[in-house]
């Protein structure tokens, strides 16, 4: 069986796959995932569930809530046992055999990062690309209201930006900067403050022999860190805008 959390949250057994439509039992699935393989104490779920609004029977309607979601796993994957397992202050969901696409993103990422590291770029560039390809849609859709689930939400889009800037970089450096431009151009959109886009696209354009395009965007970034920031762009960036002034042979693709 796989979850998927990398996107509205579902569970894939084979061919078939379904979602959770009971909200309250959706997040608390959300935060055992989140915590797969370790103990989440009722109290946090409580929390998570209803915030600063717990019923009087809180502890009481989780048990519920938690008997519901086993028996859901169990139809979902047809199986006798739940991976849900009871510990002395919450509730634990092993994951065992199953898979959670995170830990693939993770191990995915991880691949990559060695073999750029050893020198196979383009099998990098395959990793990092199989790995961005997991994330379908909104991550965790509607179900970021408590801390265990928003705070996963946060520390994984930062690992998929982190992933996006590795991806660009591998490859760039094996000369695919010509498709990387409307692709870079689209991540400026979505993140127009995050200055290693404006440094990638520059490069790209720049090495696909749009100079005057590169040193615009220069400028955009310029004008949208100053607008919305009061900053300069940096130092790394500004040497880069003029390495393109004065076509400096180190720009040149590999």
């Known amino acids: 069986m796989r979850y998927e959390i990398l996107c509205p949250l579902r569970v894939v057994d084979g061919t078939s796959t379904t979602s959770l439509s009971a909200r309250k039992i959706e997040v608390l699935l959300a935060a055992l995932l989140v915590r797969a393989d370790d103990v989440v104490s009722s109290e946090d779920l409580v929390k998570e569930i209803w915030g600063t609004r717990a019923p009087r029977q809180a502890v009481a309607t989780l048990h519920v809530y938690v008997s519901q979601l086993r028996k859901f796993l169990r139809r979902s994957a047809d199986r006798t046992e739940s991976p849900i397992v009871t510990a ?20 995915l990422v991880r691949q990559g990062r060695s073999a750029r590291q050893a020198g196979r770029t383009q099998e990098a560039c395959e990793a990092y690309e199989e790995g961005l390809d997991l994330w379908r849609g909104p991550v965790l859709e509607d179900l970021r209201d408590g801390a265990i689930v928003n705070g996963f939400v946060c520390w994984a889009e930062q690992a998929r930006l982190e992933c996006v800037e590795s991806f660009v970089d591998a490859g760039l450096e094996i000369g695919r900067h010509r498709e990387f431009v409307s692709y870079l151009y689209a991540r400026i959109e979505e993140l127009p403050l995050h200055e290693a886009f404006y440094r990638q696209l520059m490069l790209a354009l720049y090495r696909s022999g749009c100079r005057a395009d590169a040193l615009s965007v220069y400028q955009s970034a310029r004008t949208v860190l100053g607008e919305e920031l009061g900053l300069e762009p940096s130092a790394t960036l500004k040497r880069l805008h003029h390495a393109v002034l004065v076509d400096a042979p180190e720009l040149e693709a590999a």
């Not at 002395?88 to 191990?107: C, I, K, M, N, T």
């Open 88 to 107: 002395r202050s919450g509730y634990v969901l092993r994951l065992g055999a199953d898979e959670l696409d995170f830990h693939v993103f993770q191990d």
